[in-house]
Nanobody
Framework: QVQLVESGGGLVQAGGSLRLSCTTS????????MGWFRQAPGKEREYIAA????????YHLDSVKGRFTISRDNTKNTMYLQMNSLKPEDTAVYYC??????????????WGQGTQVTVSS
């Protein structure tokens, strides 16, 4: 069973930055392709970024491209989401998730508990 734990959320003013982390236990971390999702109150969950097991391939949603950067350190079993130039509309609960594959194959099987990001105007 893979356990994912997010951290790094909080309250920040518009234009500020936060770095989210997602740490996992279990078998070889590089075996998992991973992603970040967010869900704002009253809205559907949004898929915002993804990274392959090696870290070579990444995806960013257009609305966060240039502001958010997904990365991972397989030596630390940790994935990151660096968020810069934050906007009030980025306010949401952010979730990390992992696939049972190092590539973009199959559904996300494992989920963290979420971390709240609030951006004030």
């Amino acid at each position: 069973q893979v356990q994912l734990v997010e951290s790094g959320g909080g309250l920040v003013q518009a234009g500020g930055s936060l770095r989210l982390s997602c740490t996992t236990s279990g078998r070889t971390f590089s075996s998992y392709a991973m992603g970040w999702f967010r869900q704002a109150p009253g809205k559907e969950r949004e898929y915002i970024a993804a990274i392959s097991g090696s870290g070579i391939s990444t995806y960013h949603l257009d609305s966060v491209k240039g502001r958010f950067t997904i990365s991972r350190d397989n030596t630390k079993n940790t994935m990151y989401l660096q968020m810069n130039s934050l906007k009030p509309e980025d306010t949401a609960v952010y979730y990390c998730a992992a696939r049972n594959s190092a590539y973009s194959v199959g559904a996300y099987a494992y989920w963290g508990q979420g971390t709240q990001v609030t951006v004030s105007s």
